[in-house]
């Protein structure tokens, strides 16, 4: 079951939520009808050759064992080229601030400038809880290159 409003809220698997949605450079960020819109921290410019980055959220997430997470595109990026689509799912019990892998399909040079909401959390319960113990746990608030350790 998908959680969201003010269930959401009470939840809190993000640190200092905003209990409503808002506005910056035209991109929304916050609570959402169904999830959370979360923000880009870092400036980020892509182009023919640089078609991957790692970027971080300026959110901070201390999920609860009986919720995970979905990391989905926001239309207006995705509509531009920009997929955040293949940030992983975020593990309950997980905590720290959440890498965002992204990918662009376009040709012409894009800049997303931080502060801006880059995609959207959707929330969901899980029948049995559990807690994520592996290697990413806490992370660091700048993007985390793969640990192969």
Known sequence: MIINKQDLLDAAPIKNMSAAKHKHLGFS???????????????????LGRRFVLA????????????????????????????????????PGWKG????ELRYAGWKPIHIPAGVGIAQVIFEEIKTPTIYLGKYQDQANEPVSAILS
């Open 97 to 100: 601030f959440l890498t965002i």
């Open 56 to 91: 971080s959220s300026i959110e901070e997430f201390d999920m609860p064992d009986n919720l995970m997470g979905r990391v989905l595109n926001k239309s207006t990026w995705a509509r531009l080229g920009i997929d955040a689509s293949m940030t992983t799912n975020i593990e």
């Open 29 to 47: 960020w916050g609570l959402t009808e169904c999830g959370y819109d979360i923000r880009i921290m870092q400036d980020v410019t892509l182009f």
